[in-house]
């Protein structure tokens, strides 16, 4: 879980572009994803396999 808080605040700063999750992690990272004050920001686009790609965006998606 640790692992996953801090790859989010690493996207958030911009210190990586994006996170790839896969299917098998993906209830894991998106329990703590929702959590977080800005989930709003985080896009999420799924790929072909299962895996998603999310990044972080400066306006929040409605």
Do not use: C, W
Request: proline share 2%; net charge neutral; charged share 30%.
């Amino acid at each position: 879980m640790e692992k996953y808080k801090n790859m989010i605040e690493q996207l958030k700063n911009g210190e990586i572009e994006s996170i790839e999750v896969t299917k098998d992690e993906f209830l894991q990272f998106r329990a703590i994803l929702v959590k977080h004050e800005l989930f709003k920001h985080f896009r999420g686009e799924g790929k072909q396999g299962g895996n998603i790609v999310y990044t972080f965006m400066e306006s929040p998606r409605s």
